[in-house]
């Protein structure tokens, strides 16, 4: 079974604070996402990395950014939040870029601005 | 890319009985994959099936089997005998070949409720 993990569960903050989502995975899975979704909405991909020191903005703009350092870690980081960032956070991994590739997805992380 | 379109937000199904949740798709791309994918209150996204674009079968995964109708560009998801458990958000995804990463676009999903 997949083992990605996403923390914090649930987050609360107030505008202009800095904030990382944590997101790893034990799978050594080269392929990692990010999405957003708002509630009862579709998820929408804002980064993507197919390895190591890569990392690629996905169809949605973001002002949130990522790195790669380690292939099982794959933070996102908010640098001043805003209300317009309240949103859930899915994180995804896989280990093909075919187009049969399965996506193992974290719990979310629930964000809320104030 | 792709464009993916649920027109059901909610459906009801009783306990046993089978229930179709609809999903159209539209690309311009020769070679694609589309995908159903489970997402109960606890937030985290489950696969449950793949149909590529080349395959002449229908997908089945256990209970789960998808109508694909390449004309009609639908490829639809067919629960065979809903459990209590099945009840969640349910999201049709296509996925694009980009050639290092997939990218995959959802519809805006559908909320099935199993009842007693």
């Known amino acids: 079974e997949a083992d990605i993990y996403q923390t914090p569960r649930y987050l609360v903050i107030g505008t202009g604070e800095k904030i990382t989502l944590e997101c790893s995975q034990t799978?050594?899975?080269?392929?990692m996402y990010w999405y957003q979704q708002d509630p009862g909405m579709e998820l929408h991909l804002i980064h993507y990395s197919y390895g190591v020191n890569s990392t690629e903005k996905g169809d949605l703009s973001s002002e949130s950014t990522v790195s790669r350092i380690r292939t099982e870690h794959f933070p996102l980081t908010l640098e001043s939040a805003r209300p317009s960032h309240t949103s859930q956070y899915l994180c995804a991994s896989s280990d093909t870029a075919s187009l049969s590739e399965k996506l193992f997805f974290g719990s979310g992380t629930q964000l809320s601005v104030l | 890319a792709q464009k993916i379109t649920q027109t059901q937000p909610g459906m009801f199904v009783q306990e046993k009985e089978a229930v179709t949740l609809d999903c159209t798709y539209d690309t311009s791309d020769q070679s694609y994959g589309l995908f159903w994918y489970k997402q109960p209150s606890s937030g985290e996204m489950i696969f449950l099936i793949y149909?590529?674009?080349?395959?002449?079968q229908n997908a089945t995964e256990g209970r789960y089997s998808l109508n694909f109708q390449k004309a009609r560009k639908s490829a639809n998801l067919v629960i065979s005998a809903s459990q209590l458990g099945d009840s969640a958000m349910y999201f049709c995804a296509g996925a694009s070949n980009t050639g290092t990463a997939s990218k995959l676009t959802f519809g805006t999903g559908t909320r099935l409720q199993v009842t007693l």
């Open positions: 799978m050594g899975h080269d392929k």
């Open positions: 149909q590529g674009s080349y395959d002449e």
